[in-house]
């Protein structure tokens, strides 16, 4: 499993652009990491709970206190910027996680037994995926209510089908190769069967996908919180910042002066999700030329 | 009519109820998880604070702690004649609402779209015939620079230049001198559509207004949704120059300008087409953040709203109707490639 992957790492360096999108996603890496570090943590209990200055409703400009500033009632920018970068984080891994297990559960089933049982998770998958999948996550998290595991949960929920169809396919592939059958000849169960040979040999290709998605679940999350239905308020959370932002700009109290409530959380999507966009373009002419 | 294409069509009709019904279902499910206190809210048709008792005879009337199957089955009845309940958010029923703020959205839409297939057409055309010139790097690079930006970000930083910097351009549909007139009976809304409807009141200036209200949501989408249809574009045609009937074209000695509107555009159709479905998602994921942002009055805004304060009947009934969107716009997309590929076999 090794080697495969510091080859693809050696692969994507020698790209001028994907190499400026590792450096990019190494920086954000580092911020996650090392977030305690670079900003102490403003309560102990939760430190996603963004740093307050005092409750004034007029944002301030960058100084000393706050290297970016703060929005209205005095958020810390610098602090949200950097616990947000954790938090996104926390949520796609997560997210990602829980998708691949119930993709892997539900896709395998499907694709090992088929017949009926394939046909009724099947269908099950196409309904979830002929609704847009933000969509379908404002509904269940606007059930759900705001927290951040909820935001989870209500990613996850239209994330699996996806995985689960990869999954169904590779498995599809390898249950028709001879060696799956020598195995169920000499009596090995199911779950003997999965572990030793069809995940190792499916993995690999899901993997690759779900790296291709990371970016699609950083704009769904960060959407949600901007929509209010996210993070519930005081969170690290860029979405939630640059909603913040968006009230102070449509107040019409704004000017020039403040545009660096709008322009630093902007900035600091926009390059998170620019990096993984820069990988994923080699990645998918490595593993799909038929898309470039 | 092709061989086996009526069936294929019928199939696709056939299958869109049966979608429906799967996704109705799903909601309900989801819904009914929470406090039948809370579901029971879904049930009035004013929005007076309810008192216990009066909450737990709605719960008992409707049975909202009982069968969960046969509670979907009346509800889809009741659905399917049209009867969405009682929309808190917008003191009116759901139904109503669905009717007064759709044509917002199917107005900003359909402005999106156009210059999407129109501009976004040229640019990849352009892109393409001067492969690796200026002018192809740039369009390249624009485009999947903004693909890279949320579209909330697209939005308000849209909103930062022309609303917050230069005032020039607005928020919202329609400006508070219009908002005067409709309220005072001088603008009817007989449509719903504020450019036909300022036709029909032979208003030029309201025409104007809603004109350029339109114009930041509209490039705000335009430029969020755009960048994939440009790329297969620019790559289909550089594919289809490349092929050997384009050679036997230059070599009769015809006009680049000929072998462009008369092959290349033709054959670059299906690409174009598969993209524009697939980007049928980022749409109107698109148009719901975008009305958010420009405080545009339409299903989006509408259902958000309703998401926010868990208004149980609005947010069903937006999700409901976005998913039919979503349906018909794949539909014609489906009858896009029965038009325009005759090829395809109807199997």
């Known amino acids: 499993m090794n080697r495969p992957l510091s080859e693809l790492i050696k692969k994507l360096w020698k790209n001028k652009k994907t190499k400026y999108g590792l450096i990019i996603l190494t920086v954000y890496i580092a911020l996650a990491l090392f977030a305690p570090l670079i900003a102490k943590p403003y309560r102990q209990d939760n430190p996603y709970i963004v740093k307050q200055h005092s409750f004034s409703p007029i944002p301030q400009k960058p100084s000393l206190k706050a290297p970016f500033g703060t929005t209205q009632n005095q958020y810390d920018i610098f602090y949200a910027m950097v616990w947000g970068t954790r938090l996104i984080f926390k949520i796609t891994i997560k997210v990602i996680l829980i998708s691949l297990l119930i993709g892997l559960v539900l896709g395998g089933v499907s694709g090992y037994y088929g017949g009926l049982i394939d046909e009724v998770i099947m269908r099950f998958t196409d309904i979830i995926l002929s609704v847009p999948s933000l969509i379908l996550a404002i509904f269940v998290s606007a059930v759900l209510g705001p927290g951040i595991e909820k935001v989870v949960i209500a990613i996850s929920f239209v994330w699996w089908p996806a995985y689960a169809r990869i999954f169904r396919s590779e498995i599809l592939k390898i249950k028709s190769m001879d060696f799956i059958k020598y195995s169920q000849m000499i009596g090995a169960g199911i779950f003997w069967i999965f572990r030793k040979h069809i995940i190792p040999n499916a993995i690999y290709n899901v993997m690759i996908l779900a790296s291709l998605d990371i970016a699609n679940i950083v704009i769904i999350a960060s959407s949600l919180s901007f929509l209010g239905l996210g993070s519930p308020p005081g969170y690290a959370d860029w979405g939630q910042i640059i909603s913040l932002s968006r009230n102070w700009l449509i107040s019409g109290l704004s000017s020039i002066e403040y545009s660096h409530i709008v322009l630093i959380p902007s900035v600091f999507i926009f390059l998170f999700v620019f990096s993984l966009n820069l990988i994923t373009e080699t990645l998918r002419d490595i593993f799909d030329p038929r898309l470039g | ?347």
């Open chain 2, 1 to 347: 009519m092709y061989k086996g294409m009526k069936k294929f069509l019928i199939r696709k009709i056939l299958f869109i109820p049966l979608t429906f019904i799967g996704i109705t279902m799903i909601l309900f499910f989801i819904i009914n998880l929470l406090p039948p206190q809370t579901l029971a809210l879904a049930y009035t048709d004013s929005d007076k604070e309810l008192t216990k008792e009066e909450l737990d005879l709605i719960i008992e009337k409707y049975d909202l702690k009982g069968n969960i199957l046969k509670r979907y089955g009346k509800w889809l009845l009741k659905t399917l004649k049209g009867d969405l309940g009682y929309s808190q958010v917008s003191k009116m029923k759901v139904i109503d609402a669905i009717k007064k703020y759709l044509p917002a959205t199917i107005e900003l839409t359909i402005f999106s779209i156009i210059p999407i297939f129109i501009i976004g057409n040229l640019l990849g055309l352009t892109a393409a015939r001067n492969k690796d010139g200026l002018s192809d790097k740039i369009i390249s690079t624009t485009s999947s620079f903004f693909y890279s930006m949320p579209s909330f970000i697209i939005g308000i930083l849209l909103l930062l230049i022309f609303y917050g910097i230069f005032g020039v351009l607005k928020p919202q549909r329609y400006s508070i001198t219009t908002e005067i007139m409709i309220s005072q009976g001088l603008f009817k809304t007989y449509t719903n559509f504020m450019l036909i409807d300022s036709i029909l009141n032979l208003n030029p200036s309201v025409f104007i207004d809603s004109l350029k209200h339109l114009i930041l949501p509209s490039l705000s989408i335009f430029l969020g949704t755009s960048a994939s249809f440009i790329k297969i574009t620019r790559n289909s045609t550089l594919e289809e120059l490349n092929k050997d009937y384009v050679r036997t074209l230059r070599a009769k000695g015809l006009s680049e300008n000929y072998i462009f509107q008369k092959h290349i555009r033709k054959n670059i159709l299906i690409p174009q087409i598969t993209v524009g479905g697939l980007q049928m998602i980022r749409l109107l994921s698109g148009v719901v953040i975008t009305e958010t942002i420009f405080d545009w009055p339409g299903i989006g805004s509408f259902g958000v709203r309703a998401a926010r304060q868990l208004d149980v009947s609005s947010v069903m009934g937006f999700v409901i109707i976005v998913s039919i969107l979503f349906l018909l716009g794949n539909l014609i997309i489906d009858l896009l490639y029965v038009y325009f590929d005759p090829r395809i076999k109807y199997e």
